[in-house]
Every structure is written in C-alpha cells, then in structure tokens.
C-alpha cells in the first residue's frame, strides 16, 4: 500500500474545484467548507472492532460478558481516538501517523505485560483510522494526514478514494442524507469485517467459558 501513497500539497483550485496532483475533483459548493472527506466516526468504530478483534479475538476476557464489553469499547475507542486531536486544533497530524500507533502499542506494552496478541489488536484498533482516513475523500487543505510521522511530515492521501465527504449541515436534509449514504457505504465496506471479528471472537469466548467449567446446568423439568 505504500508504494500507493502520494503526498499532497495543493491548495483549492478554481470555481470551487480542488485539484491534486494532474486530477480534479468536482466541485462540492452546494455545501461550502461543511464536508468532511473521511469516514463517520460509526466507521471508524466498525474499523477498530473489526482489526482488534480479527487479530486479538476475546483476548483475556476469560469468557465474562462484561470484561468482553469493555474490551470490545477499547476496540471502539481506539479506532476513533486520533480525531481526539480536533481539540487541539492539529488535525490529521501526528495523530494520524503510524509513529502514534506505535505510541499505542508502546503504551499497551507497560499497561499489560506479555501480551502480545493485545499489543496487537489495540494497535491494529488504532490503525485503522489512519487507513480509513488515508483512504477518503479530503476537501481541507491540507489534504491527506500525516501518515508517516516521525519520519516525514508532509501529508498523504491514497489515490483510491473509497469514502466520499461528509456533510455537517445537520439542520438540512440534504445533509442528513449525504451522512447516510456515507455510513451505508462504511457499513458495506467495513461491517463484513466487524462481522466476522465478532463472530470469531464469540466462538472464542464460548471455547474459553468451556474450558472453565464457567455452563449452566440444565434445568430440570417441571413435575
């Protein structure tokens, strides 16, 4: 995928067109500067749940619903969490990078020791906002993320574009139909995976909850 990345730094083109590279995209100006050109953060939850459980499964959940809830949160958390830097006013910078999921991993290393298959999935979780993004449709300049922080800090954005901006004119219709286009496309692109990642992880707690002796008796019947 990296032979893929190309980095932009174009700004908006004429008559409301922006341009990268020898390409335009369509003008957008039915909705001015109220478009987001990544996905919803819907999708990037799906994003984290599908990766982290797809690499790490119920983890060491043991089988208890409520550990698997909150791992499968975690998941959720981490796969929106580097949009967290629209609070400083620093988006889709170092945040969006792959040196920030090493940061996580990192992080997951002194939290909870010899865990590698969780080192991998909540890094994973967080990766793939970075991809999702990297993989959208961007209309700010500048376009793309900083996806290859520390090492370079120019902005990239693939030259697949398979998620389409985003409106965030809520009070219009027109808006709220632009969003749930968006969220259809994520939930076909992304969903079968989250899908499968529960499923497997399901099959894995009900291995583990045997495996503890942790089944209900049956009852017996009524006399």
Known sequence: MLDQLQPFMQGPGD?????????????????GNQLIGMPTPIG????????GTLIGGAAETDGDRSRLVRWLALLAVLGMLPDAD????????????????????????????????????????YLTHVVLDWLGTDTVAPFGL????????????????????????????GCWASLGRAVAVELAVIGPFAAVGLVRTGLRRRRSRDRSGDTRAPRSPRG
């Open 44 to 51: 990037h939850a799906l994003g984290g749940i599908a990766a």
């Open 86 to 125: 629209f609070l400083v006013g620093a988006h889709r910078e170092a945040s969006h990078s792959v040196g920030a999921v090493l940061l996580v991993v990192g992080g997951g290393v002194l939290v909870v020791p010899r865990q590698p298959r969780i080192w991998a999935a909540t890094g994973a979780a």
């Open 15 to 31: 008559e409301g067109e922006i341009k990268r590279g020898s390409r335009m995209i369509p003008s957008l100006r039915r909705y």
């Open 146 to 173: 900083m996806a290859l922080w520390p090492i370079d800090t120019a902005f990239y954005m693939s030259s697949v574009e398979l998620f389409h901006p985003v409106c965030r004119q809520y009070w219009l219709v």
